[in-house]
């Protein structure tokens, strides 16, 4: 199977790798060739880490990189499935499907790594909204076993058993579940971070406090502040926006704190700062 890749950041690139290293050919494309190379750097280094640690051989670490090209153009895409992988704005997704749908094939299935977006209204964007699907890995992809995968109102069961064998040979565990705000990941793992911040906004305790609590006391591997800065603070933003839109339950309104860091543009570990401060 050809698989395309549309956005070659965190999660692009980190699906693209795992998709190579299962035998497939990818094409990675982004919008200028800078993000390219970076999202083909963050691969290679990778590999040479899956490398160094004995999990892969130097010869299965160049066939995975030698399975992967890249491009700028989205004009044709000779495919069998297309991810888009792209930010989490509804807006640039819905361009990119209505893209995908001129660029691919008519039997290509559209896939939406969305953690929070309606299947339902990307699918609408295109003419075969039956092939339309979501495929929510988890971040970092390559470690991460889970894959969300969301039927919109009209995927087709083909449509499904066709990504939820893809996921399995991909070594991943896939799930069903149903097209409604934030899935299951991000409905109840949202709350649970947008609460740390309440505590934090209203000084119940520090952000190590927190974290410290939730680590020790949950036995979570990382706290809820400290996790919200690796998945980005804006995207925490952009996902409790949709949440609290869609289900317009006032439990998903975000704290105003986040909204002021990500004013600031403290985004967490991708800026150098947000709960924490990173590369010092």
Do not use: W
């Amino acid at each position: 199977m050809r698989v395309a890749v549309i956005g070659a950041g965190q999660m692009g690139s980190g699906i693209a790798q795992v998709i190579a290293q299962s035998g497939h050919d990818v094409i990675l494309t982004d919008r200028a060739e800078q993000y390219l190379e970076r999202g083909l750097g963050v691969i290679r280094a990778n590999l040479e880490r899956a490398v160094q640690k004995g999990r892969i051989t130097p010869e299965q670490r160049d066939a995975a990189l030698a399975r992967i090209r890249t491009t700028v153009a989205l004009d044709r895409l000779d495919v069998a499935l297309a991810i888009e992988a792209a930010t989490e704005d509804l807006a640039v997704k819905s361009e990119i499907f209505r893209t995908l749908d001129r660029a691919t094939p008519a039997e290509a299935i559209l896939a939406s790594n969305t953690s929070s977006i309606s299947i339902t209204v990307l699918a609408a964007q295109t003419a075969r909204p039956a092939r339309v699907i979501g495929m929510h890995f988890m971040n970092p992809v390559p470690v991460m076993q889970l894959v969300e995968i969301i039927r919109g109102l009209e995927t087709s069961d083909e449509t499904y058993a066709t990504v939820e064998a893809l996921a399995r040979e991909l070594g991943k565990t896939p799930v069903e579940v149903r097209d409604f705000p934030g899935f299951v990941s991000n409905r109840v793992l949202m709350p649970m971070i947008n609460e740390a911040i309440y505590a934090l906004y209203e000084g119940v305790a520090s952000p190590e406090a927190i974290d410290t609590v939730m680590k020790l006391g949950m036995n979570h591997p990382m706290g809820p502040l400290q996790l919200a800065d690796f998945i980005g603070l804006d995207t925490c933003l952009a996902i409790l926006e949709v949440l609290h839109e869609g289900l317009g339950d006032p439990k998903y309104r975000p704290c105003p704190l986040l909204k002021q860091y990500v004013a600031a543009g403290r985004l967490g570990k991708k800026s150098g700062r947000g709960f924490y401060r990173y590369g010092e």
